[in-house]
T-cell receptor
Framework: KAGVTQTPRYLIKTRGQQVTLSCSPISGHRSVSWYQQTPGQGLQFLFEYFSETQRNKGNFPGRFSGRQFSNSRSEMNVSTLELGDSALYLCASSFETGGLSYEQYFGPGTRLTVT | DQQVKQNSPSLSVQEGRISILNCDYT??????FLWYKKYPAEGPTFLISISSIKDKNEDGRFTVFLNKSAKHLSLHIVPSQPGDSAVYFC??????????FGTGTRLTVIP
């Protein structure tokens, strides 16, 4: 079974631009979560989507948004980029049945550098 | 405000000895606890989990201990092997999909 894939793997943007990152979950996984990893803060939860609906949201500004498509693929968008948005963005998917969620499987991440 | 803390950014252990990684959390409502391992240029990989109804869970060389009264989680690796060298993150939450992660501990196992 293929793992979680994220595209692109590396991205360089300038301040003020916007960026869209993509995540394809493991087949059969309908929950997709996004995390930001920085050296000082570790992994911080951005949001989680399930069946095309945002189910949970972390404590990030509205510049960070996402969506999920009917095939469970998800995109994350960051508008008006700031230098502090430079980070590794990780996507994770998990299987859910009967209201029970199981462990998340992470993709390799997208390394975003804002200059 | 960090909900989860891993106070040791790094740990070095001799091959064959025990590695103990620690994690403290603040919210007593958390009921799901996990450890992830991360190699460079890869996403975190699930290692082991424990629910709040247990205080110990074993999987081969890996054992996770939970002390709910102290809000403390630990991972024991015994015997440690060079291939265990990685960054280890603890994660806690009230469900599998809304997790708070620690900042990670870099484990180096010396041959």
């Amino acid at each position: 079974k293929a793992g979680v894939t994220q595209t692109p793997r590396y991205l360089i943007k300038t301040r003020g631009q916007q960026v869209t990152l993509s995540c394809s979950p493991i087949s059969g996984h309908r929950s997709v979560s996004w995390y930001q990893q920085t050296p000082g803060q570790g992994l911080q939860f951005l949001f989680e989507y399930f069946s095309e609906t945002q189910r949970n949201k972390g404590n990030f500004p509205g510049r960070f948004s996402g969506r999920q498509f009917s095939n469970s693929r998800s995109e994350m968008n960051v508008s008006t980029l700031e230098l502090g948005d430079s980070a590794l963005y990780l996507c994770a998917s998990s299987f859910e049945t009967g209201g029970l969620s199981y462990e998340q499987y992470f993709g390799p991440g997208t390394r975003l550098t804002v200059t | 405000d960090q909900q989860v803390k891993q106070n040791s950014p790094s740990l070095s252990v001799q091959e064959g000895r025990i590695s103990i990684l620690n994690c403290d959390y603040t919210n007593s409502m958390f009921d799901y606890f996990l450890w992830y391992k991360k190699y460079p240029a890869e996403g975190p990989t699930f290692l082991i989990s424990i629910s709040s109804i247990k205080d110990k869970n074993e999987d081969g060389r890996f054992t996770v201990f939970l002390n709910k009264s102290a809000k403390h989680l630990s991972l024991h690796i015994v015997p440690s092997q060079p291939g265990d060298s990685a960054v280890y993150f603890c994660a806690v939450g009230t469900g599998a999909n809304n997790l708070f992660f620690g900042t990670g501990t870099r484990l180096t196992v010396i041959p």
